[in-house]
């Protein structure tokens, strides 16, 4: 994955290579932990987040092999489920 590819006012973006291998990007000052949830056809993503002393911005990246059988993905940010703000690939 190219650094080129993310953009850092993004705060979570999911990019996908050769439609095998996808990255998610979550961008954000907290502490994050991931945990991945198949429902049938569709993936979840859940994200948690805790609050930490550092105000720098972090970069989570998570590297994801995406079942051909998935149909919908979602990501749930502290429960709540939170829009991609940028989808790209090649």
Same mark, same amino acid.
């Given at each position: ?29 907290? /502490? ?16 948690? /987040? ?41």
């Amino acid at each position: 994955m190219s650094k080129s590819w993310v953009d850092p006012e993004a705060a979570l973006q999911f990019i996908t290579k050769n439609g095998e291998i996808a990255y998610l990007i979550y961008q954000s000052r907290d /502490t994050v932990t991931a945990e991945l949830e198949e429902d049938g056809d569709k993936l979840n993503i859940k994200l948690k /987040t805790a609050t930490k002393v550092s105000n720098l911005v972090e970069q989570h990246v998570y590297k994801l092999k995406v079942d051909t059988d998935t149909e919908v993905i979602e990501v749930l940010i502290n429960g709540n489920s939170t829009p991609i703000d940028i989808v790209s690939g090649s």
